[in-house]
């Protein structure tokens, strides 16, 4: 069964069009009876179903049906796999057609521009190239089973604090390079059933009522074709919202919004085929998702939590491995200490937050795989008054050990929608109870179970091997126990840096801003482009993991095509990768690109592709990574577009941001990016023209001081605007000479 909705259309009446773009209640869109329009639900998360078939609430205060709990974004994004996110994306379309649901609210695909933003755990990256393909993954995965996706939030919310009325004050070009493109990407590439606006204002407007953000860029320019919907009390106006290209205004605001939308169309300020367009983009999306609404179908919880344990296992990050102290050898009398080894942190709190089929902790995953291991809680969570207590009984257990195993990592408490983190330590009841343990065994690796980066200058002195398992869902624990076990090789690379202490990060001096405003005065320099750009060293560079296996890279080679002229400048990149170690594993081969000299200021390098690679030990191949003109562009302000400008590329190649042996230089040709020559253009800019150098030596009468022959006097004078110089005495050029020599340029 479908709609007409054609026909649909021109049998409602206003009230009914202006119903249909509200929700009827929490969950679900409005139904018209009277035509058989049904109302369809939506619901949250990212990494699991939150579906509550009663009344609902946004924050994850209330119950949901049980559904499996997958990695968190942060650490399923480690994995670097699209098509591993493509297979939980049809994972979580099975639960969704289950629960008859049609829209999954998911993923969260803003950009981590602080380490201290507390929904970093819901988020991909700091890195947009990245973040976009894991999101295509994902939102193919789950519309391939007729689910929607909502893909959100659009735009530029990257921080809890004072989230529903910060202003983001941001430049054009910092959002269209840094906080657009991963919603771009996926747009074109997949188009998600639905967007979801953001809370805050984007330089002056709310998202949601902003006709630059919802009409111009994301349907004019990316040529979205769905629904856009508020984020939950995300509409402030109901009838400028519905003009800028709002469709869906959830939860309901009833009957205020609907009568307010009826009284606008018959006042004549809001024009009915605007409101026409509101109602078909819900027409459209209930066609789509009526699909689901009559399957009586049930998902494989044993098949998805295996799923979910594959992929936490997959997105634990092997941050050290001194000694090869991993994988631990079978038949240790390992010590396992940490509360959160039996009681595990694996999802963030807020409207994420699942009610798991299953759980499993890692104490016991780890009996499992080594027999009988002791226990210490060493530290208590929240509440430490025993602490002292616990961890003397850590050291004594540790004592007794060949190996510890500690679990350390942030509470709940710590990190979760609706507010920020003030700083990135973990909590010193545990770095206390780790001081003690090393003391007493100096064979110690620790497992950090964060959603969020943390500061490692306390933990690395103190163990010999760390992973990084970040909120691995339901799964976790058995994820931990598989790697540390050697059963899974780790190949999780870091999705986004770590640096040494909160204070090199670009963004702690407008981090997170105050008096309701917050300015991205670091710009395109986020995470490790502003590392870089500072040359700051971190503790971990975006891109890093280790391996129980050796991998090297060799035989790059870049071939170019197309033309930028032509508008398809492509570069082919291809490496072999080899696995010259023991053991089987994946690689992740990272290609850069850098704009070695550039008119504007530029990240000294970033990521434009990836390749990961799973090879034998002993086993070689070669990987091919494809460049698109993009991958060489940047957004001009002066001319309002995406441009290449002519110079030498510098293709890099390896490991991770910070470990490219491989590189090749490519000479790119393109036309010039200089904006037309004016009379407001600097006689600089005259001079660098070919044509304008030419004109200016013409005019200047014989016999008459030619300024572009004084060096000297250039030096000075060469950023002043032409007009303002012909205004000068004893310049050669006067103004009329200037609108001469203009004229004629433009001839040209
Ligand atoms: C929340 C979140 C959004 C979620 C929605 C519905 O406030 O910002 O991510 O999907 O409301 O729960």
Redesign the pocket.
């Known amino acids: 069964m479908s709609l007409d909705v054609d026909a649909l259309l021109s049998e409602l009446t206003l009230e009914e069009k202006a119903s249909l773009t509200s929700g009827s209640s929490f969950w679900y869109t409005a139904p018209v009876e009277r035509l058989g329009i049904p109302k369809i639900m939506v619901?949250?998360?990212?990494h699991g179903l939150?579906a509550q078939p009663g009344e609902?609430?946004?924050?994850?205060l209330g119950g949901s049906l049980p559904a499996t709990c997958f990695p968190t974004a942060s650490a399923i994004a480690s994995t670097w796999n699209s098509d591993l996110l493509r297979r939980v994306g049809e994972a979580l379309a099975q639960e969704a057609r289950a629960a008859n649901l049609s829209v999954i609210?998911?993923p969260?695909i803003n950009m981590k521009r602080s380490p201290l933003c507390g929904?970093n755990f819901?988020y991909f990256s700091e890195d947009p190239y990245l973040a976009g393909e894991l999101g295509v993954g994902i939102v193919e995965g789950i519309q391939s089973r007729g689910v929607g996706t909502?893909v959100?939030?659009y735009a530029a919310n990257n921080q809890e604090t004072d989230?529903l009325r910060v202003d983001t004050q941001v430049d054009e070009r910092t959002l269209r390079e840094i906080y657009l493109p991963a919603f771009e990407r996926i747009v074109k590439t997949c188009q998600p059933w639905t967007i979801?606006c953001?809370?805050n204002k984007v330089n002056g407007l709310s998202a949601s009522e902003n006709p630059w953000l919802l009409t111009t860029v994301l349907r004019e320019e990316f040529g979205f074709a769905g629904l856009v919907v508020s984020?939950?009390?995300a509409v402030y106006h109901r009838v400028p919202a519905a003009r800028a290209g709002l469709d869906l205004e959830?939860p309901p605001n009833l009957p205020r919004s609907p009568d307010q939308v009826v009284a606008a169309v018959r006042a004549g300020e809001l024009d009915e085929q605007v409101l026409d367009a509101r109602a078909r983009a819900v027409l459209e999306l209930v066609d789509k998702g009526m699909g689901v609404l009559d399957l009586d179908e049930e998902f494989d919880a044993e098949r998805n939590h295996a799923l979910a344990r594959a992929a936490a296992a997959e997105s634990v990050v092997l941050l050290k491995n001194d000694d090869r102290i991993l994988p631990l050898a079978s038949g240790s009398r390992i010590a396992v200490i940490g509360e959160f080894a039996r009681t595990p942190r694996f999802q963030g709190a807020?409207?994420?937050q699942v009610n798991p089929t299953k759980v499993e902790n890692a104490l016991d995953e780890l009996r499992a795989a080594f027999g009988d291991v002791t226990f210490a809680a060493g530290y208590g969570i929240g509440d430490t008054s025993a602490d002292e207590a616990l961890r003397a009984e850590a050291v004594d257990v540790a004592a007794a050990a060949d190996t510890v195993v500690m679990l350390i990592g942030l509470p709940g408490a710590d990190e979760s929608?609706g507010f920020d983190r003030t700083h990135m330590k973990l909590p010193a009841n545990q770095i206390a109870a780790l001081h003690a343990v090393g003391a007493a065994n100096r064979k110690v690796v620790v497992a950090l179970v964060n959603g969020s980066t943390v500061e490692l200058g306390e933990v690395l002195p103190h163990a010999r091997g760390v992973i990084e398992a970040w909120l691995g869902g339901q799964a976790a624990g058995g994820a931990i126990a598989d790697v540390l076990s050697g059963k899974v090789n780790p190949s999780g690379r870091l999705a986004e840096s770590v640096p040494h202490r909160l204070e090199d990060n670009s963004s702690y001096l407008n981090f997170p801003g105050d008096s309701r405003v917050v300015r991205y005065g670091e710009g395109l320099f986020i995470g490790y482009r502003g590392y870089d750009a500072t040359h700051t060293d971190v503790a971990f560079p975006f891109g890093f993991g280790l391996s129980y296996t050796t991998f090297a890279t060799s035989d790059l080679d870049v071939a170019v095509s197309g033309s930028v002229a032509a508008g398809d400048l492509a570069a082919r990149v291809t490496v072999t990768v080899s696995n010259i170690g023991p053991v089987a594993g994946a690689e992740v081969v990272q290609v850069y690109v850098r704009d070695v000299e550039a008119s504007v200021a530029r990240p000294v390098r970033e990521l434009k592709g990836f390749a990961k690679v799973a090879l034998e030990p002993g086993e070689s191949r070669q990987v091919a990574v494809d460049l698109d003109q993009r991958a060489f562009s940047f957004w001009s302000e002066l001319l309002g577009k995406w441009v290449v400008e002519a110079g030498d590329f510098s293709i890099e190649v390896g490991r991770h941001s910070r470990d490219l042996p491989l590189t090749r230089t490519v000479a790119v040709d393109a036309p010039s990016i200089a904006p037309p020559l004016t009379a407001d253009s600097t006689l600089h800019e005259w001079m660098a023209d070919e044509q304008g150098l030419a004109l200016i030596k013409e005019a200047v009468a014989a016999g008459q001081h030619d300024p572009t022959r004084d060096a000297e006097l250039v030096s000075v004078i060469g950023t002043m605007p032409m007009s303002t110089l012909a205004a000068f005495e004893g310049m050669s050029i006067d103004h009329d000479t200037l609108d001469k020599l203009v004229e004629r340029r433009h001839a040209h």
């Open positions: 619901s949250d998360g990212p939150r609902g609430d946004h924050v994850g609210l998911g969260g929904r819901e909502s959100k939030h989230r979801m953001s809370y984020d939950w009390g959830m807020g409207s994420s929608e």
